[in-house]
């Protein structure tokens, strides 16, 4: 694993190319406005990621709420063009700590159940805090993932959407380990559109990781997660 600043640099220039590539073959009313990288840092120290932000990247994904409250922590002391612009959580979180993480996130992407939404909106509420999520969809219908089914969210979603406290700001889904993710995306995004048609509050779509970004994208993807193609010490995984 390689996290110098030089090589992650390289790494981000050749998936912003290949972004870019597939943005372009998207249907224009598919494809997302932007883009963006969330660099998946779970197995990285603090030194390490301080080599990310030199590097260009500006929004780090963290997996485990007690070790990423560590890193926010550490990150606090640094001067603020060496920290990052936003801190997302991706892990799976399980409800006793809603309270670790309402405010000290930009982003929650894996809100994967009906309890877990309500104790957050229940927290943020509290606390005077508005939260912006996403909501997980296991759309690969893989019993090892986490999320709500299609059908599922179709029904709950007039019941979600007037939780206070929370801001619904798309989906998030991952493609099976195999099969064909860009079928699996295209539902993602196709259920999207059915909950919110114009597209005013769910805007954002994070799908794809290191080995299906592209096809994400060319399906309307706005947060590719990578962590494996950014640090790998082997050229163009």
Known sequence: MRTDAEHVAARLAAIQARIGAARLEAEPSVRADRVRVVAVTKYLETEQMLELRAAGLELFGENRAQAALAKLEAFATQPPERQPLEWHFIGTLQGNKVRQV??????????????????????????????????????????SKHGFTEDGLTELWPRLRRLEGLRLDGLMGM???????????????????????????????????????????????????????????????
Not at 187 to 192: A, D, F, G, H, I
Not at 209 to 236: K, N, P, Q
């Open 102 to 143: 309402v405010g000290r996130f930009q982003l929650i992407h894996s809100v994967d159940r009906l309890e877990l939404a309500e104790e957050l909106s229940r927290e943020a509420g509290n606390r005077g805090l508005v939260q912006p999520v996403l909501l997980q969809v296991n759309v690969s219908g893989e019993a």
């Open 175 to 237: 493609a099976a380990a195999e099969g064909d993710a860009g079928a699996e995306f295209r539902r993602l995004r196709q259920l999207r559109d059915r909950l919110d048609p114009e597209r005013g509050q769910l805007r954002e779509l994070s799908m794809g990781m290191s080995g299906d970004f592209g096809e994400a994208v060319h399906e309307g993807a706005s947060l590719v997660r990578i962590g494996t193609y950014l640090f790998s010490e082997e050229a163009g995984t």
